[in-house]
Structures are given as structure tokens and as C-alpha cells.
């Protein structure tokens, strides 16, 4: 049972442009939403996060989108980089630290 | 300056061996993770703690014990490895007032 749905399962993106990966939840419990990046060989690290009370956070050229309603969430990435290229994973918090996550999506972005 | 680490990168089993995979963190946070990667199922939780001595189970538990004797040290065990354990195993720390986990870079395990 997958509590977060994330798609597409992979992407390729022409280098300068806009890489989008959209995640969707259904527990309503959940209150703050992080994407992890993992590049081959690594562990995920955090990239960006947000909380429920806010419909969008921009880092840099890294956006989360929020539709608390839609219970729906979305990460855009701007100008994408050859170096952008990773798997990328949404994910939930349902209180304590303890994460649930999406399947994750492969990105290649082509220079 | 490694915050997580995870003393076996790769390890290669036969069923019905018992598995030890050690994590230890130089960060001082409390909560600690074990969460296996699969391809097409991202991570799932298998056991968690917020204090020595303290383990409570995760989504997937089955086939898995852990402990934690210090508070760095967070280990997980396999009693009687099987094929279907063939996984990445990632241990984690978590700082309860960002939110933000911090992983290690993996243990990749195969089970003959």
C-alpha cells in the first residue's frame, strides 16, 4: 500500500529546462513534505521541504508546489542541470521523524 | 566530516546466515532508522528508535530485529537471512526539530 504516489518513474530533460515530479498523499495527518535527492553510491539527502500551512517554497532553482486540498505536491526544477541528475524521492512525515516515500524518479537531464 | 556511517558498503550472504549491519552517528540526534531501497518502492521503514534501549517496529518488521545499546550505535539484524532480504539497508538519523533525516550511504546486501 503505497501511501505516496509519485510520478513519472523516470525523465529525461533537455538541459536548461524544467524538470516537474509530482506526488500525491492521502492521509491528511501528515503535516510537513521534504524531497529527498540520491545520487548513485549515496544516501538521500534532504533538497527542500515544506509544511502544509504554505502553497509554495522556492530554493534556488528548486520549487515545491502545495495543494493542500488537491492533496497533491510537486517539485519543479528551473534551468536543470547535467548535475541535477539524480533519483529523487517525495515523501510525508506522519510525526516523530518517521518518513513515508514515494517510489522515486530517475532523472536525466541531457546536455 | 561523514555524520552517518555505515560499516559495510556490500556484503554477500547465504540463507540462513545471521547478518549484522552496524550504523553509528557523530550527531547526537535521538531518532535513528533502518529503511531497506527497492527499485520501484522507494524506502520503507523497518524499525525505528528515539532512545537506547528503546526499538519499535516499522512497515516492514518481518525477518528483522534490531538494537541499541548507545546512542550513536543503531544495529540491524537479520536472524536467518533470505533471498528476499537481497537489498539496499540505509540507517538514518533524525533531528526532531527540523524534521530533516540524514542518511548513510548504504549497505548493499545479496542473499545467495
Known amino acids: 500500500q503505497q501511501q505516496v504516489k509519485q510520478s513519472p518513474q523516470s525523465l529525461i530533460v533537455q538541459k536548461g529546462g524544467i524538470s516537474i515530479i509530482n506526488c500525491a498523499y492521502e492521509?491528511?495527518?501528515?503535516?510537513?513534505f521534504p524531497w529527498y535527492q540520491q545520487f548513485p553510491g549515496k544516501g538521500p539527502a534532504l533538497l527542500i521541504a515544506?509544511?502544509?500551512?504554505?502553497s509554495e517554497k522556492k530554493e534556488g532553482r528548486f520549487t515545491i508546489s502545495f495543494n493542500k486540498s488537491a492533496k497533491q505536491f510537486s517539485l519543479h526544477i528551473m534551468d536543470s542541470q547535467p548535475g541535477d541528475s539524480a533519483t529523487y524521492f517525495c515523501?510525508?512525515?506522519?510525526?516523530?521523524?518517521?518518513?513515508?516515500f514515494g517510489a522515486g524518479t530517475i532523472l536525466r537531464v541531457k546536455s | 566530516d561523514v555524520k552517518v556511517t555505515q560499516s559495510s558498503r556490500y556484503l554477500v550472504k547465504r540463507t540462513g546466515e545471521k547478518v549484522f549491519l552496524e550504523c553509528v552517528q557523530d550527531?547526537?540526534?535521538?531518532?535513528m532508522f533502518w529503511y531497506r531501497q527497492d527499485p520501484g518502492l522507494g524506502l520503507r521503514l523497518i524499525y525505528f528508535?528515539?532512545?537506547?534501549?528503546?526499538?519499535e517496529k516499522g512497515d516492514i518488521p518481518e525477518g528483522y530485529s534490531v538494537s541499541r545499546e548507545k546512542k550513536e550505535r543503531f544495529s540491524l539484524i537479520l536472524e536467518s537471512a533470505s533471498t528476499n532480504q537481497t537489498s539496499m539497508y540505509l540507517c538514518?538519523?533524525?533531528?526532531?526539530?527540523?524534521?530533516?533525516?540524514?542518511f548513510g550511504e548504504g549497505s548493499r546486501l545479496t542473499v545467495l
Open positions: 515523501a510525508a512525515e506522519r510525526g516523530g521523524n518517521k518518513l513515508v
Open positions: 492521509n491528511t495527518a501528515f503535516d510537513y
Open positions: 515544506i509544511r502544509p500551512d504554505v
Open positions: 550527531m547526537d540526534h535521538e531518532n
Open positions: 528508535s528515539y532512545d537506547v534501549k528503546m526499538k
Open positions: 538514518a538519523n533524525g533531528d526532531h526539530n527540523t524534521g530533516e533525516l540524514f
